[in-house]
Each structure stands twice: as C-alpha cells, then as structure tokens.
C-alpha cells in the first residue's frame, strides 16, 4: 500500500466523515480523495492530518516518531479542533447588578474606543483618496 491508500483507510477507521477532514485541513473534499490516489504525500501533511483525526502515523511510517514531528510540524491552528475535542470555557458570569454595570460600562468604553479608531481610519482614507 502507499501512502494515499495508508491515510485513507486511516481515516475510515477513525469514523470522521472525510468532509470534515477536508475542512480541518483546510481543503476540498475532492483534493483530499486525489491525496488518497497519490503515493508520495508530503510527510507534513501526514502529520497535520494524524492530528486531525487523532492518530499517530508512526506506526505506519516509523520514521515519524515525536521528536520529528515537533521539529517538521508547525503549532496547529485553531481551526484544526474537531467538535468533539471540548468546547471553549466561558468567562465567568456577573453576580451582582453592580459586576453588570461594571462589566457593560467595561464594553461600552471598548466599544467607544473602537469606534473612534474605526472614525480615524475613515478619515485618513478619504484623506488619501483626496490626494489622488
């Protein structure tokens, strides 16, 4: 078997839908399904999709081991999180009426702040589209 058949049937036998795959990886569903035809996939990608489905490639390519991977791997992006893997912590919620108020006078000067800046960006804008 080469590599394209070796990340196909890992994936079948991880039960995620390939369209799932696909998009944590960050590609379509039909270039995913050429990878399975190719037989020299680039071992970065290998890597990227064990993390996605959560299997460790280095019992089919045993030259994969940890410490390759932590050099040849970048940080995985957030969007690499399947639905499953746990769901982000809320922040804690207010108690009193008076933590409300702190928190909604909290916003509303972000809010403020962001519409000034929003305002300045307009202006030099128009600015340099004046200049043109």
């Known amino acids: ?5 070796i990340i196909k049937e890992a994936i079948k036998t991880s ?3 390939m369209s799932v795959v696909a998009d944590k990886l960050g590609i ?4 995913l399904y050429n990878k399975f035809k ?9 890597l990227r999709l064990g993390e996605v489905i959560h ?10 081991n940890k410490s390759i991977k932590k050099e040849t791997l970048p ?19 207010p108690n009193t009426l008076k933590d409300c108020e702190a ?3 909290q916003l509303q000067r972000k809010y403020i702040a962001l ?14 589209e004046m200049k043109m």
């Not at 190719?38 to 290998?46: D, K, L, Q, V, W």
């Not at 519409?115 to 340099?128: G, S």
């Open 115 to 128: 519409l000034e800046k929003f305002n300045e960006l307009l202006l030099k804008t128009q600015q340099e």
């Open 28 to 31: 379509s569903r039909k270039t």
């Open 55 to 64: 299997h460790d490639f280095s019992k089919e390519f045993p030259h994969l």
């Open 103 to 105: 928190e909604l006078l």
């Open 75 to 93: 940080q995985a992006p957030a969007n690499l999180l399947l639905p499953f893997d746990g769901e982000p912590q809320e922040a804690p919620k």
């Open 15 to 17: 039960g995620i839908a």
């Open 38 to 46: 190719e037989s020299a996939i680039p071992y970065s990608f290998i």
């Open 1 to 5: 078997m080469h590599r394209g058949e």
